[in-house]
C-alpha cells in the first residue's frame, strides 16, 4: 500500500483531492493532509508516508522549501507537486529536487483523476523497480544471452486496450520451446532468437512487421549488442527506455520499426543545462515563430534534440502556454489550451502545428493589420518583462516604432485598456502574488513591481483592490485559515 500525504493550503482543493481521486484503483490510501510546509514536517516526524502530493505556493512554509527538507530528512519518500500554470519557474525548482511527477490544477478541473494517479503510481513504480530490482533475481534472469540480436515489440502506451495480450497470433510461428516470448512487463515483450540455430529470415522480418498492421501505437524494435549480457540488465534498461526514449522515438508511420543497440540505450542522456533551457523558453514565449515558418521549424527540432524527460517537457509547455495567453487573452484573440496529455512527440509537434494554425487565424480577423498587432503584442511582452522597471507608452511606441498617439489608440482599441490601465492592472496582479506567496517586505513588493515610492504603490493598490497591501496580506492568509477550520 502506498501512503499519501496531501498538502495544499486550500482546504476545498485538498478535500477534493482525497474524495475524488481513485486511490484504491492504485494501491493508494491517504493517511494525512496538512494546509502548508510546517504541519506537513510534524506530521511526517511520526508518521510513515510513501508519497507526500504537496503545493508550490503556500503561506508559512512553500512547498519548494518543504521538498528541500523532505530530501534531506526522508529521501526514499516520492514528491509529486500541485500547482497552477503560473508557477513554471517554481516546477523546474521542484523538477531539480527530485519530484517525481507534477499536477497541473487544470488537469483536475477536467477530471482527469485515473489517468493523473496511473502516471503517478507508475513512475513510482519504474524508481522502485530501478532502486531494487535486484531482489527478485532468478537463477533465469542472470543467465546471459547466447546470440547478438532481440526483436521488442512495445506499446505506447502499457494499458491501451490490450492489456497483458501476449503477441498476436500471426507471430506464434516463430516461437518454439527455446526461444520463447518474453514479457519484460505490460504490452512490453521481446524475442531473442538463436541466430546460430535458426537465423531471422526475409519471412520472420515480414511477419514481424506484419503483425503491427492494425495495431496503432505499437512499435518494433531491433535490439542488437546482446551477446553474454545478463537477462536481467536487458529488461532494465528495456523498461528505462520506454520511460525515456520511446516517447521521442515513436513513429507512428508505419512499418514503424527502429534498430538499436545496448550500447545506445545504456549511455545516460547528458543533463541540458538550466541556460538552455531558458533560452529556448524565451524564444517560444516571443512571436516571432508565428509568421517565420524556418524559425517554428528550428524551434521544434531544436526542442526535440534536448529529448528532455517528459515531465520537463510539459512543464516548459505549460510556461510557454502561459507566455502566449499574456499576449492574446488581453487582446482578445483566443486562449490557447495545452492537450489533455501527450503520448509521444508526434502528439507534441501536431499540437505546436495546430497552435500555431490557430493563432494564424485568429490574429487574421482584426480590423487592425497583422504588423499593428505584432507590436501590440511586442509590447505587452514587454510590460511583463520588465514589470520591476519604469515602463512608460512613450518608451514602448518607440521601441516598437509607432508614433505615441497612434500605438496609444492602437493599443486602447486592441487590449480594451489605456496602456496605463493596463499596466497599472499587472502590477497589482504580480504585487497580490507576492503579498500572497511570499514574505516579502512591502518596499520590496513596491520596487519589484515598478513602484520606486512605497506610499504610491500602497494608495494605488488600494485605490483598485480596496484594502492597502498590508491589510490585503493580513485579510487573505486568515481568510484561508478560517477555511482550512
Not at 496503432?216 to 532494465?236: A, F, T
Request: include cysteine; glycine fraction near 4%; hydrophobic fraction near 40%.
Amino acid at each position: 500500500m502506498i501512503r499519501v500525504l496531501v498538502v495544499d493550503d486550500d482546504k476545498l482543493v485538498r478535500k477534493g483531492l482525497i474524495s475524488a481521486m481513485p486511490w484504491h484503483e492504485f494501491d493508494m490510501q491517504v493517511v494525512g493532509e496538512a494546509n502548508n510546509g510546517e504541519r506537513a514536517l510534524e506530521f511526517l516526524q511520526s508518521n510513515p508516508v510513501d508519497l507526500l502530493l504537496t503545493d508550490l505556493a503556500m503561506p508559512v512554509m512553500s512547498g519548494i522549501e518543504l521538498m528541500r527538507l523532505v530530501r534531506q530528512q526522508f529521501p526514499s519518500i516520492h514528491i509529486v507537486v500541485l500547482t497552477l500554470h503560473q508557477d513554471f519557474e517554481y516546477v523546474q525548482e521542484a523538477l531539480r529536487l527530485g519530484a517525481i511527477d507534477y499536477i497541473a490544477k487544470i488537469q483536475l478541473e477536467k477530471e482527469r483523476f485515473e489517468e493523473v494517479l496511473e502516471r503517478i503510481y507508475k513512475r513510482i513504480m519504474q524508481v522502485g523497480l530501478l532502486s531494487d530490482g535486484n531482489k527478485s533475481t532468478t537463477n533465469q534472469d542472470q543467465e546471459g544471452f547466447n546470440s547478438d540480436r532481440a526483436y521488442v515489440w512495445l506499446a505506447l502506451n502499457k494499458g491501451n486496450g490490450n492489456e497483458g495480450l501476449k503477441p498476436w497470433g500471426e507471430l506464434k510461428a516463430l516461437e518454439t520451446q527455446e526461444q520463447a516470448w518474453i514479457e519484460v512487463e505490460l504490452n512490453l515483450w521481446l524475442w531473442n532468437p538463436a541466430m546460430t540455430e535458426a537465423s531471422v529470415t526475409n519471412l520472420h522480418l515480414n511477419q514481424l512487421l506484419g503483425s503491427l498492421v492494425g495495431k496503432p501505437n505499437w512499435m518494433l524494435l531491433g535490439l542488437d549488442g546482446l551477446m553474454g549480457r545478463k537477462q536481467l540488465e536487458v529488461y532494465r534498461w528495456l523498461r528505462e527506455y520506454r520511460e525515456k526514449e520511446f516517447f521521442y522515438d515513436y513513429n507512428p508511420v508505419p512499418p514503424a520499426t527502429v534498430y538499436l543497440t545496448m550500447d545506445s540505450i545504456s549511455v545516460q542522456q547528458p543533463v541540458q543545462p538550466e541556460e538552455n533551457l531558458t533560452l529556448l523558453k524565451g524564444q517560444w514565449s516571443s512571436h516571432e515563430w508565428i509568421y517565420n515558418d524556418h524559425l517554428f521549424s528550428r524551434l521544434v527540432r531544436e526542442l526535440k534534440l534536448l529529448r528532455l524527460p517528459q515531465v520537463k517537457l510539459i512543464g516548459l509547455l505549460y510556461g510557454v502556454t502561459d507566455e502566449w495567453n499574456r499576449l492574446f487573452v488581453p487582446l482578445s484573440l483566443l486562449k490557447i489550451e495545452l492537450a489533455p496529455s501527450f503520448d509521444s512527440w508526434h502528439e507534441v509537434e501536431a499540437w505546436f502545428t495546430e497552435v500555431r494554425a490557430m493563432i494564424h487565424k485568429a490574429l487574421a480577423k482584426p480590423a487592425f493589420s497583422p504588423e499593428v498587432i505584432e507590436c501590440v503584442m511586442k509590447a505587452i511582452q514587454m510590460l511583463h518583462q520588465e514589470l520591476n522597471q519604469q515602463v512608460t507608452a512613450a518608451d514602448i511606441s518607440r521601441r516598437v516604432n509607432m508614433s505615441r498617439s497612434y500605438f496609444s489608440q492602437c493599443f486602447k482599441e486592441i487590449a480594451g485598456k489605456t496602456f496605463n490601465d493596463y499596466l497599472r492592472q499587472v502590477r497589482v496582479e504580480k504585487a497580490k502574488e507576492y503579498l500572497l506567496y511570499t514574505n516579502k517586505t512591502i518596499a520590496w513588493i513596491a520596487e519589484n513591481t515598478g513602484y520606486m515610492d512605497e506610499k504610491y504603490f500602497s494608495r494605488s493598490f488600494r485605490e483598485q483592490i480596496g484594502l492597502l497591501p498590508s491589510e490585503f496580506r493580513v485579510s487573505s492568509r486568515e481568510g484561508r485559515e478560517m477555511s482550512d477550520k
